[in-house]
């Protein structure tokens, strides 16, 4: 069965960075879009980013865009999300999802 398994999360100070990672497994990942997800206390679960198969196109929130970049490795089968410039409305859990499957999520507190 498909399985992803997020890791990079923790807590930094603002203005900081994070490398998310998300193995994934159970299904041909090269052929599959990726995004990831967020969570804020008291929130809905909201999109953070996509990219497609190849790696090729990528899309982001509006609130992210130019701080968080999504990348891929397929020889790896995992998916990353460099986050640099962190600021404290970005905590939450981090989630990595294909199709209507996710993982457990990372939690991210930024947080001086």
């Known amino acids: 069965q498909v399985q992803l398994v997020e890791s990079g999360g923790g807590l930094v100070q603002p203005g900081g960075s994070l490398r998310l990672s998300c193995a994934a497994s159970g299904f041909t990942f090269s052929s599959y879009g990726m995004n990831w997800y967020r969570q804020a206390p008291g929130k809905e679960r909201e999109f953070v980013a996509f990219?497609?198969?190849?790696?090729?196109?990528?899309k982001y929130a509006a609130l992210v865009k130019g701080r968080f970049t999504i990348s891929r490795d397929n020889a790896k089968n995992t998916v990353f999300l460099q986050m640099n410039s962190l600021k404290p409305e970005d905590t939450g859990v981090y989630y990595c999802?294909?199709?209507?499957?996710w993982g457990q999520g990372t939690q991210v507190t930024v947080s001086s």
């Open positions: 990219i497609d198969w190849s790696g090729g196109i990528t």
């Open positions: 999802n294909v199709n209507s499957n």
